[in-house]
Structure formats: structure tokens, C-alpha cells
T-cell receptor, first 117, second 110 residues
Framework: GAVVSQHPSRVICKSGTSVKIECRSL??????MFWYRQFPKQSLMLMAT?????????EQGVEKDKFLINHASLTLSTLTVTSAHPEDSSFYIC?????????????FGPGTRLTVL | EDQVTQSPEALRLQEGESSSLNCSYT??????LFWYRQDPGKGPEFLFT???AGEEKEKERLKATLTKKESFLHITAPKPEDSATYLC???????????FGKGTLLTVNP
């Protein structure tokens, strides 16, 4: 149980285009999902908290107009990187907390490697 | 500000050589401490959740313990497939936000 999927796993795009990444909880419901980015040989940095049915909460320094988050259902959150530039190239990972669980454990997706040319 | 410090940054072991990884934390009100394993190019894989000092959890060759200031991940008789980056993270507030340490890169040589 507690499986989180992400799609796509890898994406290469041209500078100036937008890219959408999906995060799904496959066998549980999640009112809260989280989006992280990870640079090579560094730890995960939280970008934003995605709440089902309401606006996302962004961490300090993260541009909300550049990283659009939508959490339309209890099993799906999307991150759209708008007008992507080479500096947005990174490993993006989502996580979800099981609404029905008695623990605070977050389960992570496999990640999406974004390369902006 | 919550801080999580992991040591060592990197650890090389021979197969069968037991050791421990450390995670020390300075937080205002620990809600939970988590251990994850991350393989290159993949998302973190959940290992353990610890909530209170004195708590211990075990899974195969891994055992996690928690005190009021730190947590240890003990690896007994490791195998090459245990090679990975081990991440420690804490939650302190009701918003469930994880604060991660920088991780320990473990390499187990056959």
C-alpha cells in the first residue's frame, strides 16, 4: 500500500515552454500533497504544500506564478512549471500524506527529471 | 529555526560490517522523526517513523532509535544492496511539513 506515482518520469523541453507534472496517490486519499525539488547531491527542498480544494501554500522564495499547483481531487495534484528556463532544470518529487492513516508519514513519488534546453 | 544534521556525510563499509548513522535535531516541539532511503534518480522510500524518546523500530537489517536530541539508524551486517543515501527528516508543526537533513551516502562493498 501507500503508493504514489508521478508522470512523466523524464521530460525535456525548450526554454519558454510550460511543463505539467502529475502526482497521484494510487491506493489512498490525500488532502495534502507536497512538492519538492532536489538538485544534484543535495537534499530535498520543499517548494509548496498542495491542499485539495484550496490554494497551495508556497515556501519563501518560490514564485507561485511560475510554479502553478492544482489539487483538484483527493488523489491528484499537478505542478506546472510555466515559461521554463534552464535554471528550472531539476528533479521534482511529490509526496502525499495518507488521510486515513494514524501516522504523519509522507510517501514519495518516484520523481520527475526536468531538463530545460 | 528547525535544524536537522546528519553524520557522517558518507560512509563506506565492507559487507557484514555493522555501523550506525546519526541524525541530530534542534527543533521546537518534535511531532515525528522519519527515516527514508533514496537510491540515485528515485524518490525517497519510507523506512521508519519515530514519535517519542525511547522508541525503536526494526526492519530486516535496519533498526532506528530515538532520544530527545538525536536518532540513530543501525545497520547490522549490511549487504551491497543496502547502498543508498539515507535521509532523516522531522515534522514539528501541525502543517506536516518535513525538514530534511542532508543525508548520509552509504556504500557497502562486497
Amino acid at each position: 500500500g501507500a503508493v504514489v506515482s508521478q508522470h512523466p518520469s523524464r521530460v525535456i523541453c525548450k526554454s519558454g515552454t510550460s511543463v505539467k507534472i502529475e502526482c497521484r496517490s494510487l491506493d489512498f486519499q490525500a488532502t495534502t500533497m507536497f512538492w519538492y525539488r532536489q538538485f544534484p547531491k543535495q537534499s530535498l527542498m520543499l517548494m509548496a504544500t498542495s491542499n485539495e480544494g484550496s490554494k497551495a501554500t508556497y515556501e519563501q522564495g518560490v514564485e507561485k506564478d511560475k510554479f502553478l499547483i492544482n489539487h483538484a481531487s483527493l488523489t491528484l495534484s499537478t505542478l506546472t512549471v510555466t515559461s521554463a528556463h534552464p535554471e528550472d532544470s531539476s528533479f521534482y518529487i511529490c509526496s502525499a500524506r495518507d488521510l486515513g492513516a494514524l501516522t504523519d508519514t509522507q510517501y514519495f513519488g518516484p520523481g520527475t527529471r526536468l531538463t530545460v534546453l | 529555526e528547525d535544524q536537522v544534521t546528519q553524520s557522517p556525510e558518507a560512509l563506506r563499509l565492507q559487507e557484514g560490517e555493522s555501523s550506525s548513522l546519526n541524525c541530530s535535531y534542534t527543533v521546537s516541539g518534535l511531532r515525528g522523526l522519519f527515516w527514508y532511503r533514496q537510491d540515485p534518480g528515485k524518490g525517497p522510500e519510507f523506512l521508519f517513523t519515530l514519535y517519542s524518546a525511547g522508541e525503536e523500530k526494526e526492519k530486516e537489517r535496519l533498526k532506528a532509535t530515538l532520544t530527545k536530541k538525536e536518532s540513530f539508524l543501525h545497520i547490522t551486517a549490511p549487504k551491497p544492496e543496502d547502498s543508498a543515501t539515507y535521509l532523516c527528516a522531522v515534522i514539528t508543526g501541525s502543517n506536516y511539513k518535513l525538514t530534511f537533513g542532508k543525508g548520509t551516502l552509504l556504500t557497502v562493498n562486497p
